[in-house]
């Protein structure tokens, strides 16, 4: 017999090996079947919700624009004399002004992203007084409902105690304002908000937890989607697109780190973000170990 | 000459495209880029997707796949170019991340969405060079389309445990 010829034995561990491998391919079809039927539906579902996306861009934007233009006119027709009749409706125009400029924040990021065209600019932030900036911002709001917002820095000896870490301070205020947005709105009238911040082991992490209504379970999963919202009901108090969390997440995909959201109905939601601190290679194109990155040496492929 | 051109450090999930030239920089690991280039124009444009396909969480942006190619696509005809008038480099979709629990090759299919949606918008893929197992890193002149390569090995990744 000649070598070439395979024994039974042989034959039979060729088929078993072939036969598993058969196996293994077909429950990746399976695996990947599963996936584009839920993208599938996911497609549809996105679909639907553009539709309503905008059905409900003209009541939100057309409402506030006819009621900044009503109490301006109330405004204007003010005598001298009881000009401190003046300052409640300019709070208002400011609140409404106030949510308009933020819903189109985030439209415009929302598109930036779409389109690849967000920029990193990493800079050195006073996370300490960003958060605080972004909490004072949004005071009016949290004393509307008598919130409490509490907020703890905790330095650490590596960074000297100081508040400064190396981040995209616009998109970490977009983050942080959405975040404190959504706390703030699906807080419970007169609870404490609670964020803590701070630097371990060269990621920034950041808490907040609130006393609200918590998101159902069932929707945790979609909450990051586009014009997803907790309630859709076009009139709801629930106004914004469902765009502020999509946002966020794409903002924190983008400087590399993570999100984490556990909430319980009617206790309250805790969302914790981590963003580690950008690898030198990023910011500037080039990794710092020399030339093995560069192009006028020797090694390069020219296509 | 092309050495006074513009630097752009082009990120993950994000495109570019300019009709004034640059030098685009990217670095590729299981992620694809895809160079498109007008031969008549002279300009080109570049995107370095992460995963193939969209799912439908998130934003639609071009950090999938058939997102990235169909926009940067989009965005070269809608400056003025012709599809018969575009050629295409692709590189990347290595396996840079150890492949026992990889999520079913995720470069290779980074590689096939590029190859497949390539052809069938009938723009000719004239250079490439992907899957292995090391990133890449790439420099693209949009204004000759001539695409530089140098390979990065996992020294990092693999043989220095984390201390």
């Known amino acids: 017999m000649s070598k070439l010829q395979l024994t039974d034995q042989e034959l039979l561990n060729e088929l078993k090996i072939r036969m598993e491998n058969s196996i293994t391919s077909l429950n990746q079809l399976t695996e990947l079947n599963k996936e584009l039927k839920l993208a599938n539906v996911k497609l549809n579902e996105s679909e639907s919700l553009k539709s309503h996306f905008l059905s409900n861009i003209t009541n939100e934007l057309v409402n506030p624009f006819a009621s900044i233009l009503g109490l301006s006119k109330a405004i204007m027709s003010i005598g001298a004399s009881d000009f401190e009749k003046a300052k409640p409706l300019a709070q208002l125009i400011y609140s409404e002004a106030f949510n308009l400029d933020f819903q189109l924040r985030n439209i415009f990021a929302a598109a930036k992203v779409e389109s690849g065209q967000t920029m990193i600019d990493i800079n050195n932030v006073d996370i300490n007084s960003l958060i605080n900036s972004v909490i004072d911002v949004y005071g009016y709001k949290s004393k509307q409902k008598k919130l409490t917002v509490n907020f703890n820095y905790t330095t650490s000896e590596e960074y000297c105690n100081q508040f400064i870490f190396p981040t995209d301070a616009e998109m970490l205020k977009l983050i942080m304002s959405n975040i404190v947005n959504n706390s703030i709105k699906f807080s419970s009238a007169a609870s404490n908000i609670e964020i803590n911040a701070g630097v371990l082991d060269n990621e920034l992490f950041i808490s907040i937890r609130d006393q609200g209504k918590g998101i159902p379970h069932d929707h945790l999963e979609r909450i990051f989607d586009r014009f997803e919202k907790g309630n859709k009901e076009i009139n709801s108090v629930n106004e914004g697109y469902g765009l502020g969390l999509s946002v966020t997440k794409a903002y924190i995909d983008i400087l590399g780190g993570r999100i984490e959201l556990t909430s319980e109905e009617n206790k309250g939601t805790l969302i914790i973000i981590s963003i580690p601190k950008p690898t030198e290679q990023v910011p500037d194109g080039f990794a710092s170990d020399g030339n093995e990155f560069l192009f006028n040496d020797v090694g390069n492929q020219t296509f | ?163």
């Not at chain 2, 965005?75 to 575009?86: A, C, W």
């Not at chain 2, 096939?112 to 390539?118: D, G, K, N, W």
């Open chain 2, 1 to 163: 000459m092309a050495d006074n051109f513009p630097i752009h450090y082009l990120y993950p999930a994000a495109m570019f495209f300019s009709a004034e030239p640059h030098l685009v920089h990217t670095i590729l690991g299981s992620c694809v880029s895809v160079c498109l280039y007008d031969k008549e124009r002279k300009y080109g444009g570049i995107n370095h997707y992460m995963l193939p396909f969209w799912n439908g969480q998130g934003l639609a942006s071009p950090k999938y796949g058939n997102i990235a190619i169909e926009k940067l696509i989009d965005q070269m005809l809608r400056k003025g170019s012709r599809k018969e008038n575009l050629i295409a480099k692709v590189f990347g979709g290595g396996e840079v991340i150890d492949t026992s629990s990889n999520l079913f090759n995720i470069g290779k299919r980074n590689i096939e969405i590029a190859e497949v949606m390539l052809k069938e918008e009938g723009i000719k893929i004239v250079a490439s060079d992907t899957a292995g197992k090391f990133g890449r890193k790439i420099q693209f002149n949009t204004q000759t389309g001539a695409v530089l390569m140098k390979i990065i090995q996992r020294t990092v990744a693999t043989n220095t445990t984390k201390e």
